[in-house]
């Protein structure tokens, strides 16, 4: 078990370009979650899924951001049009939900900087 | 809406010592969780403890320990006998028995001192 990877680690782009980011979870991990986490604060819930279904993506999830897990394995965050404000850490988590128990474990996440 | 606040945003202690992070909680639900998370700089987040709401018993895992006060809503975090290894930002967290997301506080620093 490898634990959860993310790529790239880092990330720097210039505003209104767009980027792609990548996570693996643990393998037969169930669920995988996006959240963001700027300087000073704690992570904020994006979206997760369960196997190949997106169940909730928060408010915060603006339409310049989209996510997939095409076969519920590994997912990919994407940033449109990307804006200085989405400067921040974007972490993954998958956890194995079973009978309604469930510990999330984090990746290392990727720092994006928008000049 | 869920709340965690973490209302001491450093905190200091010297290496062998015990120290106690705060973390209170606002929820109208009856069944949930709450985790404490460790992040050391530039590395990713570990779990350092769990408890559900459910049980009575506080949790321990052996030099962390919590204290789950739920009539308070406050779940503090007490690590015994500190190591330069603990430093790192600590964050207090929380989901429901339904929910999956969890919802973070805000972090404590925590400095280990010789």
């Known amino acids: 078990d490898t634990g959860v990877s993310q790529d790239p680690r880092h990330k720097i782009t210039k505003r209104g370009q767009n980027v792609t980011f990548r996570c693996d979870p643990i393998?037969?991990?169930?669920?995988l979650y996006w959240y963001r986490q700027t300087l000073g604060q704690g992570p904020e819930f994006l979206t997760y899924f369960q196997n190949e279904a997106q169940l909730e993506k928060s408010r915060l999830l603006s339409d310049r951001f989209s996510a997939e897990r095409p076969k519920g394995s590994f997912s990919t965050l994407e940033i449109q049009r990307t804006e200085q404000g989405d400067s921040a850490m974007y972490l993954c988590?998958?956890?194995?939900?079973?009978?309604?128990?469930?510990?999330?474990?984090f990746g290392p996440g990727t720092r994006l900087l928008v000049l | 809406a869920q709340t965690v606040t973490q209302s001491q945003p450093e905190m200091s202690v010297q290496e062998a010592e015990t120290v106690t992070l705060s973390c209170t909680y606002d929820t109208s639900e009856s069944d949930y969780y709450l985790f404490w998370y460790k992040q050391p700089p530039s590395r990713q987040m570990i779990l350092v403890i769990r408890?559900?709401?459910?049980?009575?018993q506080n949790a321990t895992e052996n030099r962390f320990s919590v204290n789950f006060q739920k009539a308070a809503k406050s779940f503090s975090l007490k690590i015994s006998d500190s190591q330069l290894g603990d430093a790192a930002m600590y964050f207090c967290a929380y989901r429901t028995g339904t929910a999956s997301k969890l919802t973070f506080g805000t972090g404590t620093r925590l400095q280990v001192t010789l």
């Open positions: 988590a998958s956890s194995l939900q079973y009978r309604g128990r469930e510990t999330q474990y």
């Open positions: 408890q559900e709401a459910y049980k009575q």
């Open positions: 393998s037969e991990h169930n669920r």
